[in-house]
């Protein structure tokens, strides 16, 4: 756990009915001083919506190497780098070249994000897809966090049920091009 940061526990059932995960949860996500909990919720949504046998939050912040979230094989390659936020176009295009599948999942508005990345060699950039949700969707679940939380996501026709510590949040999944 990196020095200085919070521990929270996500008490988490997960029902991705278009993916046909269901799925009973505890995550403990350390969340770095320099960390918002806009990232942080950002990161546990992209681990559950992508939630597949070896997914791993890495160690955060301090892993230069790596990115929020990835998903290993049995023979530990890794098989999907997921990032959160707004990369830069180098390490898309590292993780990209390392990893099967590439995704990122931002709290941020995603034409700003994208429009970073014009003109940068991003390897199968046409592959990566950015998912983002309805503006002001991340900030209410951000506002709801406590150290330790209650959660229920529920996922249909790529529309996110949210239910955390008894409020009630839903959005859309906005899948975005980066080219």
Same mark, same amino acid.
């Given at each position: 756990?990196?020095?200085?940061?919070?521990?929270?526990?996500?008490?988490?059932?997960? %029902? +991705?009915?278009?993916?046909? *995960?269901?799925?009973?949860? $505890?995550?403990?996500?350390?969340?770095?001083?320099?960390?918002?909990?806009?990232?942080?919720?950002?990161?546990?949504?992209?681990?559950?919506?992508?939630?597949?046998?070896?997914?791993?939050?890495?160690?955060?912040?301090?892993?230069?190497?790596?990115?929020?979230?990835? *998903?290993?094989?049995? $023979?530990?390659?890794?098989? %999907?780098?997921?990032?959160?936020?707004?990369? +830069?176009?180098?390490?898309?295009?590292?993780?990209?070249?390392?990893?099967?599948? $590439?995704?990122?999942?931002?709290?941020? +508005?995603?034409?700003?994000?994208?429009?970073?990345?014009?003109?940068?060699?991003?390897?199968?950039?046409?592959?990566?897809?950015?998912?983002?949700? +309805?503006?002001?969707?991340?900030?209410?679940?951000?506002?709801?966090?406590?150290?330790?939380?209650?959660?229920?996501?529920?996922?249909?026709?790529?529309?996110?049920?949210?239910?955390?510590?008894? $409020?009630?949040?839903?959005?859309?999944?906005?899948?975005?091009?980066?080219?």
């Amino acid at each position: 756990m990196a020095t200085g940061a919070t521990m929270h526990t996500f008490e988490v059932q997960l %029902a +991705d009915v278009d993916r046909g *995960v269901y799925e009973e949860l $505890t995550l403990r996500l350390a969340r770095h001083p320099s960390e918002t909990d806009a990232y942080m919720i950002t990161r546990l949504l992209a681990y559950c919506l992508e939630y597949e046998e070896g997914i791993a939050f890495s160690e955060g912040i301090s892993a230069t190497d790596e990115p929020a979230v990835l *998903v290993r094989d049995l $023979t530990g390659r890794v098989t %999907a780098w997921i990032e959160v936020g707004a990369p +830069d176009a180098p390490r898309l295009h590292f993780g990209s070249k390392l990893a099967d599948r $590439t995704a990122v999942y931002t709290h941020r +508005d995603p034409a700003k994000v994208i429009a970073q990345w014009a003109g940068k060699t991003i390897h199968e950039a046409d592959a990566i897809t950015v998912h983002s949700f +309805d503006p002001g969707f991340i900030d209410a679940a951000a506002g709801l966090v406590e150290r330790r939380n209650e959660m229920t996501l529920s996922v249909t026709e790529r529309q996110v049920y949210l239910e955390l510590n008894g $409020t009630h949040l839903s959005s859309p999944i906005h899948d975005h091009a980066i080219r």
